[in-house]
């Protein structure tokens, strides 16, 4: 499974596009990108998976070039309830084990 | 239910005292994991079940950790002999299959061995 880099803490102000990068240098064929937020109390939370290009949901959009070294989660207009801890992992397809390798996340702060 | 449910939300153990910590998964999911997250940190693997075969146990950090889901459907963490280094939040997920991209994780149990 990928091991996954990306920065320890942002911050950004409310209405502002957040980007954050995901450096996954020895992504395997089969793995994917998978993003998840989690707000303090609470589990994580899935926001978006993709394998290559990009993905957009109701949420948030992800891109992923075409050598898959790294990926980038695109908040749009972010709010006060953004700030969160997001979570990029690679997560293979391969065999029963489904199970997420997950890294310290990066810290949103957004402020008004 | 409609999400994932664990009990209890807190629990302080005294050292060396044994613990049960459930999980209700969300009815008809088939994958079901269990986590360990310190604070600060991401949460860690500790198993994995498909129904009721417990498929991945490697992240256990001891043979004082095990887990069960014996009829495929609530799963029980149990810790013996509490130790202050198991202090920590204790996640479940589950998922309808194990190739899910979504893991529904609970709120947590957070676990205090003083």
């Known amino acids: 499974l990928a091991k996954t880099t990306q920065p320890i803490s942002m911050d950004s102000y409310e209405g502002q596009e957040v980007n954050i990068t995901c450096s996954h240098n020895n992504i395997a064929t089969n793995d994917y990108i998978t993003w998840y937020q989690q707000f303090p109390s609470q589990g994580p939370r899935f926001i978006i998976q993709g394998y290559k290009t990009k993905v957009t949901n109701e949420v948030a959009s992800l891109f992923i070039p075409a050598d898959r070294k790294s990926s980038t989660l695109s908040l749009p207009r972010v709010s006060l309830s953004d700030t969160a801890v997001y979570y990029c992992?690679?997560?293979?397809?391969?065999?029963?084990?489904?199970?997420?390798?997950w890294g310290l996340g990066t810290s949103l702060a957004v402020n008004p | 239910g409609a999400g994932v449910s664990q009990s209890p939300r807190y629990k302080v153990a005294k050292r060396g005292q044994d613990v049960a910590l459930r999980c209700d998964p969300i009815?008809?999911?088939?994958?079901l994991f269990w986590y360990q997250q310190a604070l600060g940190q991401g949460p860690e693997f500790l198993t994995y079940?498909?129904?009721?075969?417990?498929?991945?146990k490697s992240g256990l950090p001891s043979d004082r950790f095990f887990a069960e889901r014996p009829e495929g459907s609530v799963s029980t963490l149990k810790i013996q002999r509490t130790q202050q280094e198991d202090s920590a939040v204790y996640l479940c997920?589950?998922?309808?299959?194990?190739?899910?991209?979504?893991?529904?994780f609970g709120q947590g149990t957070r676990l205090t061995v003083v």
């Open positions: 997920a589950s998922s309808q299959q194990g190739g899910d991209p979504e893991a529904f």
């Open positions: 079940f498909q129904n009721e075969a417990q498929l991945d």
């Open positions: 009815s008809g999911h088939v994958s």
């Open positions: 992992l690679g997560r293979s397809n391969a065999g029963n084990n489904r199970k997420l390798i």
